[in-house]
Every structure is written in structure tokens, then in C-alpha cells.
């Protein structure tokens, strides 16, 4: 065996026996591979980083499990994540025509889900949260108190949805609506921003109670204010991307990084129509999505 092979067998070992810390994360391969100078004679500690890398699976290091899910007629992001020791999960902004697969992911993954949770009022859809009461168990609905919807949680600034070890934590961001509210990970490296801050835009501000400078500061002071690395969720997306970062955000956000006065320009000019459903979803969630379920 060469020298040169001696030198990559211990890096290639170390991608996958690397255990996560709660400052490093698992490194892929490919990655440790050039590492050049370790040989086998070498008792170097295992090599660390700061970046957080997820995806749509799990977050097996932290044990929480993890899934984004998406409905097409809408483009509603809906997100699932749950303890992987307890098997508490819950559901952002769940979808009524998604409910069956929903229930089936749950059901397959052996979870028990406790509660349904939406960012805001939502005018293009109607939630799943109702038909999954029907049909789950013990589930709970939750939403901000001033968001005007009723549901067995109404939550404001500060408060925790919790399952197992995990929580989000609650941050009232209103602009897009009043009750808009944006969910962060106990550790701040996941946020679900619902409509307040999309990938590269926002949610719009021309009705429900919309106003483009209380949008402007709730983004501004409650989501661009997280760790730079802080991974960004949307509720919605039109273009086929799944999520960004705060530093993303902060830097190429057409509409965000302007001034309060170009921003509130921008947001006076978008002329958007009116949203098709929103005269049957916007009464249907304010009873939590019970409406002629």
C-alpha cells in the first residue's frame, strides 16, 4: 500500500464516524477526502465545521426528524418534524387537500402528532388543521391571538410549541396580516416564516389587514436579527425553490434590503389580483378550517 493511500483510508473513515457536536456536523465524504497530511500514524481529532447542513429527511444529530411538503395548486409549503426519541411531531401549515397524505406519512413514520399549527390566516387555501382533529386523535390547533381565528392554542411572543426535547419558538412578525407569527428552532437554525419572508420576496400587503411598514420592521427586527446560517422556510414558493438562509436573505432580497420608503413604493405598485379562493378559505380558517369540512 502506497503512501498516498495511507494518507486517505483514516480521512475517508473519519466522514463516517465524525459524530456530531453541538458545534460540528457530519462532513460528507467527498469533502474529507483531500485532506491531505494524514496518515496513519496521525492522531488528529476528528475535523469540525460550523455549517448546518439540512435537508428534507432528518436531522438525525440533533434527533429531530424533519420532512417539507408541498402542495401544487397553491404552492403551500406544509412542514413536519418531530423527536425521534418520543415521536411527538407537528404540523406547519397544513393543507386540506393534502390531509390524507399527510396522515399517511405520519402514520408510516410511526409518529404521534400533537400539534397543527398555522403561520397566519391564510387567504389562498383552506387548512387541514379541522380534518385532522376529525381524524387524528388529541391533535391540537394552534395559531396566533391575533390572528382573529379561533383554535385550541393562541399564541403570542415568546411562547414554545414543544414536542419531545424540541421547540419552536414564537416570534410575532404582522405586516402580511396581523396575525402573522414566524416559528424558530430551539437552537435558531430553522425559521418558518409563513408569507412574512419568502425566498427572495415577501407576502403581500394590499388586504387582510396588510401594511407594508409593519412587514418592513417585523422582518427587519425578528427574522434578519437570527444567525446569519439560519435556515429560512417559507410558507409559499413559485419558482421551484425550497429555502434559503438569513444571510441570503439580508443580501439579495430584491424587495428587503431596499430603504422603508422604496420598500413601501414597491409594495403600493405590485397590483396583484385578488386571490381565488380567498372569499371561502379566509372564513373556512377562521374557525380553524371547519368550514363545510
Not at 475535523?47 to 424533519?66: A, E, W
Not at 399564541?155 to 419558538?169: P, Q
Request: aromatic share 6%; charged share 25%; with cysteine.
Amino acid at each position: 500500500m502506497n503512501s498516498i493511500t495511507l494518507r486517505f483510508q483514516p480521512a475517508l473513515a473519519c466522514a463516517w464516524r465524525v459524530k456530531t457536536t453541538s458545534s460540528s456536523r457530519r462532513i460528507p465524504a467527498l469533502q474529507l477526502r483531500f485532506c491531505y497530511g494524514v496518515s496513519s500514524t496521525d492522531h488528529q481529532p476528528p475535523v469540525k465545521t460550523n455549517i448546518r447542513h439540512y435537508c428534507s429527511r432528518m436531522d438525525q444529530g440533533q434527533g429531530m426528524l424533519f420532512r417539507q411538503l408541498f402542495e401544487s395548486v397553491s404552492s403551500t409549503y406544509t412542514y413536519l418534524l418531530a423527536d425521534t426519541e418520543t415521536k411527538e411531531a407537528v404540523l406547519i401549515d397544513p393543507v386540506l387537500e393534502t390531509v390524507d397524505r399527510d396522515i399517511k406519512l405520519i402514520d408510516e413514520l410511526g409518529l404521534s402528532l400533537k400539534i397543527a399549527v398555522n403561520t397566519h390566516c391564510h387567504a389562498d387555501h383552506i387548512t387541514g388543521t379541522g380534518l385532522l382533529k376529525r381524524r387524528l386523535f388529541g391533535v391540537k390547533s394552534a395559531i396566533s391571538k391575533h390572528s382573529g381565528a379561533a383554535a385550541d392554542i393562541l399564541l403570542s411572543e415568546g411562547d414554545s410549541v414543544n414536542f419531545g426535547k424540541h421547540c419552536l419558538n414564537v416570534r410575532e412578525t404582522p405586516g402580511h396580516t396581523d396575525g402573522c407569527m414566524t416559528l424558530v428552532t430551539g437552537d435558531q437554525t430553522m425559521a418558518f416564516t409563513g408569507d412574512t419572508l419568502l425566498i427572495r420576496g415577501c407576502g403581500r400587503t394590499d388586504f387582510q389587514q396588510g401594511c407594508s411598514k409593519k412587514l418592513y420592521k417585523s422582518v427587519h427586527e425578528k427574522i434578519f436579527t437570527l444567525p446569519g446560517h439560519c435556515l429560512i422556510y417559507p410558507a409559499h414558493d413559485y419558482k421551484g425553490q425550497t429555502m434559503s438562509t438569513v444571510d441570503e436573505e439580508k443580501k439579495y432580497n430584491p424587495r428587503l434590503t431596499k430603504t422603508l420608503e422604496e420598500f413601501v413604493d414597491i409594495m403600493k405598485n405590485l397590483n396583484l389580483t385578488r386571490p381565488n379562493k380567498i372569499d371561502i378559505a379566509v372564513p373556512a380558517n377562521l374557525v380553524c378550517g371547519l368550514h363545510d369540512v
